[in-house]
């Protein structure tokens, strides 16, 4: 039997019913979802399992390619209250097909629940070549829209913008789902621009830099096109902040500064701060940190002329960080304080835990390591509490480099262990490479200094991967430093030449501090 029912809600409700009243008087049902879209799919399969969810059922994603003896796969697992949502069928064939066809009566007596979700060349072939098993369906129900369906417009804006996930497993799925309805739409639109730009921003929060910039000018072109000067201004930001984490400061520059006229010209007073704030950013990357205060600066009046309380304490961050640049540590305490006080007026909990990472930040430059180590604390504990992964990494990093400064250099890498693993979760190429830095820099101070080359020499691996050419040459440095301590001089003149170089184009002074003053006493 077919059924095609409009609204697609009614459907999506009339099979969770089916499988919700099987459940309830203890029977088996087979299911067959015909799709077309796999972002259909997706959303109506999310859809159903909330459904049973909410009766205290259990939803089982079953990949066939991967468990082709089905009929086994749902004998060894719990049936009674678990509902298995069976896809890739394709890939099961024709092993598959077989063991559903004369294993059929196991699915019966073991009363299963299952949705298939075929194709329609995927029914055609089941009803062929597995015709016994066919016969005991108890429903066809079709899913056969394409995705921009009027009715289905809402659901896709919303999947199209949402870039916050919590693992890289998430990130991942997001990415593969997102590319696949992207594929699907017949029309450069929109929602292929709301696509393309989260597609980028997903790409960055896994630190692939140059795939996020593909994504970002392909959502330009679109943003252009239809004449969406607020699209194209968010774009242009994004491309800003990918090229600065590229060590492209420059032509990040180059793209805050345009998206900032965008942003003056239709009058998006938030999107003006915003890019105020980004160009003070830049700038203090290139060590020009007077001018990049006075862009804070500018960031800020904004922020308080709209009331946006949330943004006036980022600001206010920044400009903590801009002073204890300056050295001015002092005053850069009395920002982070100010923007502590606003993250918990507004119960901005992520904003909490920045601003006391902040302060730990300070604290360590100020040489008082058990102060910043109280504040580093308390901002690893709000990480955890909110599930916020990436900070969570950074604060077990900055524990262990403060546990480092005070000697205690067997639990720093334990800190930075932990950092490792959360980064690798994640995604967060940047990060790994960064605690695999560090972890070089604790083991140097264990004097296990071949230890330490090798995880340098993995994080020069992952700089050079992301074209995060700060990184790349922080870490050449520090192979210099190594290989001077194993007497290894002339690798060691070898490596802080290459760093040098790069200090030289991304004009790091500390970079260039740091190999010319080793250079200097290696060659004397």
Not at 313 to 328: D, I
Not at 333 to 338: G, H, K, R, T
Request: with cysteine.
């Amino acid at each position: 039997m077919t059924e095609i029912m409009d609204p697609i809600e009614a459907r999506v409700s009339r099979l969770g019913n089916y499988l919700i009243r099987a459940h309830k008087y203890n029977k088996a049902s087979i299911l067959f979802a015909l799709y077309l879209s796999e972002y259909v799919r997706a959303d109506v399969e999310k859809e159903i399992k909330q459904l049973l969810i909410e009766q205290g059922l259990e939803a089982l994603s079953v990949d066939a390619g991967e468990h082709k003896d089905l009929p086994s796969f749902f004998s060894s697992r719990s049936a009674d209250r678990t509902v298995f949502f069976v896809h890739s069928m394709e890939k099961g064939f024709p092993e598959a097909l077989r063991y559903l066809n004369f294993k059929r009566e196991e699915i019966i007596d073991h009363r299963v629940k299952a949705v298939f979700w075929v194709t329609d060349k995927e029914l055609t072939r089941i009803g062929n070549e597995a015709p016994d098993f066919f016969a005991f369906r108890n429903r066809v129900v079709e899913f056969i829209e394409v995705p921009l369906v009027e009715e289905r417009r809402p659901a896709i804006v919303e999947f199209a913008l949402e870039t916050e996930y919590k693992s890289l497993d998430e990130i991942k799925h997001s990415i593969e789902l997102k590319e696949t309805l992207l594929s699907e739409l017949s029309e450069a639109d929109e929602i292929s621009g709301y696509l393309l730009n989260s597609l980028g921003i997903l790409y960055f929060q896994i630190s692939s830099y140059e795939k996020a910039i593909e994504y970002y000018e392909q959502a330009l072109v679109i943003a252009k096109e239809i004449g969406d000067r607020r699209g194209e201004g968010a774009v242009l930001g994004n491309l800003g902040l990918a090229y600065r984490n590229l060590g492209q400061v420059e032509k990040a520059i180059e793209y805050h500064e345009q998206a900032l006229v965008i942003a003056k010209e239709i009058g998006d007073r938030r999107g003006e701060g915003a890019d105020f704030g980004n160009l003070g950013n830049a700038y203090s990357h290139l060590g020009q940190v007077e001018k990049a205060i006075e862009y804070h600066e500018q960031a800020l009046v904004i922020a308080r002329e709209i009331g946006d309380r949330r943004g006036e304490g980022a600001v206010l961050g920044n400009l903590g960080n801009a002073y204890r640049n300056l050295g001015q540590v002092e005053k850069a305490i009395e920002y982070y304080e100010q923007a502590l006080v606003i993250a918990r007026e507004i119960g901005d909990r992520r904003g909490d835990g920045n601003r006391l990472g902040n302060l730990g930040n300070a604290y360590s430059h100020l040489g008082q390591i058990k102060k910043a180590i109280e504040y580093y604390e308390q901002a690893l504990m709000i990480s955890k509490e909110i599930g916020d992964r990436r900070n969570e990494g950074i604060w077990l990093g900055n524990l262990g480099n403060a546990y480092r400064n005070l000697g205690q250099v067997e639990k720093a890498i334990e800190y930075h262990e932990q950092a490792l693993v959360i980064a690798r979760e994640i995604g967060d190429r940047r990060g790994e490479g960064a605690d695999l830095g560090n972890l070089g820099l604790a083991y140097s101070d264990l004097e296990q200094v071949k230890k330490a080359v090798e995880y340098y020499e993995q994080a020069l691996v992952i700089a050079k991967e992301i074209g995060d050419r700060r990184g790349e040459g922080a870490h050449l440095g520090n192979l210099g430093l190594a290989y001077s301590h194993l007497g290894q001089v002339e690798k060691a003149i070898e490596y802080y030449e290459q760093a040098l170089d790069i200090g030289k184009e991304t004009k790091d002074p500390s970079i260039i501090d740091f190999c010319e003053e080793n250079l200097k006493s290696i060659k004397s």
